[in-house]
T-cell receptor
Framework: NAGVTQTPKFQVLKTGQSMTLQCAQD?????MSWYRQDPGMGLRLIHY???????DQGEVPNGYNVSRSTTEDFPLRLLSAAPSQTSVYFC?????????????FGSGTRLTVV | GQQLNQSPQSMFIQEGEDVSMNCTSS?????WLWYKQDPGEGPVLLIA???AGELTSNGRLTAQFGITRKDSFLNISASIPSDVGIYFC????????????WGAGTKLIIKP
C-alpha cells in the first residue's frame, strides 16, 4: 500500500510557466484535497474533491485548477506561475467513516517560482 | 470565518521535559485532530477526538477535547529527541463536508 504519492518532490519554475503537480492514492478514498504550506501560516486549502467528477474551491484557489477524472488521481495545475506561489504543496485524502476525518498526506512538493 | 489559534508558536525544551500546547477556536467543533510533521514530510495523524471532554492517549501523548468544544490541548510527557517537529491541531465542524480548519503549528525544538 503506497498511500498518497506526490510527484515531483522538488520543482523550480520561471514566472509565467505552467505545470501540473501529480497526486495519486491507492486507498480508494473518496475525498482528496490540495493544501499549500507557508511558514507560520499552517495549511491552507486550495481545492478539494468529494469524488470522481466533483471538485470545489477551498480557501486559496486563485491561480490553480484541478480535475478528478478517477478516484485515484487528483492533479493540481498551475496556470501561470507567480512568485507568490512559491510554497510546499501537500495532497491529502480520506474516507468518510462516520466522524473520522484522519487525512493521509503525501510527502509534499516543494515549488519555487523565480 | 472560523479560525484556530494555536500556541505556543515554538517551544525550546530539554530532553525529558513535559510539553503542553493548545488550540482555541472561535467556533464549536465536532472533531479535533492532532498531527505531527517531520521535516520534509507530510503531517501524520497522532490523535483524533470526537466528544467534548474526551481524553485520549497515544503512548506518551495525551490530548483532550475541551468541554466547551472550542479548545483542545496536547501533552507530551518525558520528551525524547524524535519528538522534534511541528505539531498541528485541526478542527472540523458539522456539515463542513470533510474540510478541516488548521492551526498554524507549534514547532518543538530540543535544546542540545
Amino acid at each position: 500500500n503506497a498511500g498518497v504519492t506526490q510527484t515531483p518532490k522538488f520543482q523550480v519554475l520561471k514566472t509565467g510557466q505552467s505545470m501540473t503537480l501529480q497526486c495519486a492514492q491507492d486507498m480508494n478514498h473518496e475525498y482528496m484535497s490540495w493544501y499549500r504550506q507557508d511558514p507560520g501560516m499552517g495549511l491552507r486549502l486550495i481545492h478539494y474533491s468529494v469524488g470522481a467528477g466533483i471538485t470545489d474551491q477551498g480557501e486559496v484557489p486563485n491561480g490553480y485548477n484541478v480535475s478528478r477524472s478517477t478516484t485515484e488521481d487528483f492533479p493540481l495545475r498551475l496556470l501561470s506561475a507567480a512568485p507568490s506561489q512559491t510554497s510546499v504543496y501537500f495532497c491529502a485524502s480520506t474516507n468518510n467513516r462516520g466522524d473520522y476525518y484522519g487525512y493521509t498526506f503525501g510527502s509534499g512538493t516543494r515549488l519555487t517560482v523565480v | 470565518g472560523q479560525q484556530l489559534n494555536q500556541s505556543p508558536q515554538s517551544m525550546f525544551i530539554q530532553e525529558g521535559e513535559d510539553v503542553s500546547m493548545n488550540c482555541t477556536s472561535s467556533s464549536i467543533f465536532n472533531t479535533w485532530l492532532w498531527y505531527k510533521q517531520d521535516p520534509g514530510e507530510g503531517p501524520v495523524l497522532l490523535i483524533a477526538l470526537y466528544k467534548a471532554g474526551e481524553l485520549t492517549s497515544n503512548g506518551r501523548l495525551t490530548a483532550q477535547f475541551g468541554i466547551t468544544r472550542k479548545d483542545s490541548f496536547l501533552n507530551i510527557s518525558a520528551s525524547i529527541p524524535s519528538d522534534v517537529g511541528i505539531y498541528f491541531c485541526a478542527g472540523q465542524g458539522r456539515g463542513s463536508n470533510y474540510q478541516l480548519i488548521w492551526g498554524a503549528g507549534t514547532k518543538l525544538i530540543i535544546k542540545p
